[in-house]
């Protein structure tokens, strides 16, 4: 099992990431991890602070000469910001004057609730860990999550398939293999399945233009996990299920509003003889399936096919044009302004997806396989694999 959790605040010193159960004797792959931090700062329609900062992993304990020890893992992503911001955000005693407390609550954020909750008279307290710079810390471990499962013949990957109201029609996608429909997001700027320029350039219009009248934009994007074994996961209890667990991950990330596996809601639309993968045997194969309406998950376990989710992203809540709120202090409305905001984080939410899908993955594979080492790991896995294949 892996246990996970993040700390920082926005405009703090940093954000970091505790993960605790990686198997000893992993090498790491350092550039792979920076590789990832940079992924997620990418993305047509991100803001000025992404200018600023350029994200690198520092690990602070569990690693030694590029190798995990199996004691607790802390990485730290350092912000560059925080020379900009030390006065308000340094930690030592002082007083903030009043017209520096955020007293102006943004709909669509933390912001009222937090207040409300905590009894705080600047929002800042609650904004500054609410705010979707901490999904650096969950790129960080889901990083080294992802280079382990690597190791072990797991591949995990996305790409966007709609911002706004721009979608990629899905037949010029779906009988694309994963892996090249990730290398042509790859090579996107906002991250789609085919390389189709006048495409690309329709999202960025969009995107444009919902910039120019001071607007902002959610969208969808697909992950996927190839190479899982059938049996990850477990039928027998409801917070062992790997698709409840998926869930929850993905749905955890700020502004992440729904997640759908496989035919998703599309599945309540249609009888059952259009919606499951009947099952087939080969000798070379195994057993195994023609279709995969279930995006890789019946029961609550992996059926061997990929896993595939799909998940929605709100629009950015901080926008150039106002939204009408009212001040904590005084009551009265006003219309919230801005200084700098994402217009559009579809593609970078992607990335971050993919790294609470590696977490979430490798928890559930060392629930079943619990390691020590990471070699004892990859032998119980192989001979999992084989027994399997061989059933
Ligand atoms: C990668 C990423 C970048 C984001 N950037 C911004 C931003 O620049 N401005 C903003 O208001 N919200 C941004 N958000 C969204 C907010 O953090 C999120 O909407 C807010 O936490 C409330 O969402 P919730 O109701 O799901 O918690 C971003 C989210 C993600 C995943
Ligand atoms: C810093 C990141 O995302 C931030 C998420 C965010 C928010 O409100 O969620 C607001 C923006 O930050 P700022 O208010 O400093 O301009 C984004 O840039 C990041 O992704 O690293």
Same mark, same amino acid.
């Given at each position: ?148 499962? &690597? ?137 195994? &399936? ?102």
């Amino acid at each position: 099992m892996l246990r996970f959790l993040t700390a920082g605040e926005s405009h703090g010193k940093g954000i970091f990431a505790y993960l605790e159960g990686i198997p000893a004797n992993f090498q790491i792959d350092f550039e792979f991890i920076n590789g990832e931090l940079s992924r997620r700062q990418r993305g047509y329609g991100r803001g000025g602070r992404m200018k600023i900062e350029r994200d690198r992993v520092d690990f602070l304990s569990g690693v030694r000469l590029g190798r995990t020890l199996g004691s607790p893992i802390l990485m730290a992503v350092w912000n560059r910001d925080y020379k900009n911001w030390e006065d308000i955000m340094k930690s030592e005693p002082g007083e903030l004057p009043e017209d520096r407390k955020v007293t102006r609550p943004r709909p669509g954020h933390a912001d009222l609730s937090g207040v409300l909750k905590y009894g705080f008279n600047d929002v800042r307290n609650v904004l500054e860990r609410s705010s979707a710079r901490e999904t650096a810390g969950r790129v960080a471990a889901g990083a080294l999550c992802k280079n382990v499962l &690597r190791e072990l013949g797991v591949e995990i990957g996305s790409y966007v398939v709609s911002i706004g109201r721009v979608g990629v029609p899905k037949e010029l996608y779906e009988d694309l293999p994963f892996k090249e429909r990730f290398e042509n997001a790859e090579r996107s700027e906002v991250r789609i399945p085919v390389l189709d320029p006048s495409l690309e350039e329709e999202f960025k219009r969009e995107i444009d233009s919902a910039r120019k009248s001071g607007e902002s934009l959610g969208g969808i994007f697909e992950v996927f996990a190839l190479g899982l074994p059938p049996g990850i996961g477990s039928h027998t209890q409801w917070d062992r299920r790997l698709d409840g667990r998926l869930a929850q991950s993905v749905v955890s990330i700020q502004a992440i509003k729904g997640v759908e596996f496989g035919a998703g809601f599309e599945a309540g639309r249609l009888p059952g003889s259009f919606v499951h993968d009947e099952i087939f045997y080969s000798e070379g194969r195994g057993f195994y &399936r023609e279709t995969n309406r279930a995006g890789g998950l019946e029961g609550g376990m992996t059926n061997g096919e990929p896993i595939v989710l799909r998940a929605v992203m709100k629009p950015i809540p901080t926008l150039y044009s106002p939204l009408r709120s009212v001040d904590i202090k005084t009551k009265e409305p006003f219309e919230a302004s801005i200084e700098r905001s994402d217009v559009c984080a579809v593609p970078a939410a992607s990335v971050v997806a993919e790294s609470m899908v590696a977490i979430t993955l490798l928890s559930a594979v060392l629930e079943e396989f619990p390691s020590s080492n990471f070699d004892r790991l990859k032998v119980a896995w192989e001979l999992y694999r084989r027994e399997v294949k061989n059933f």
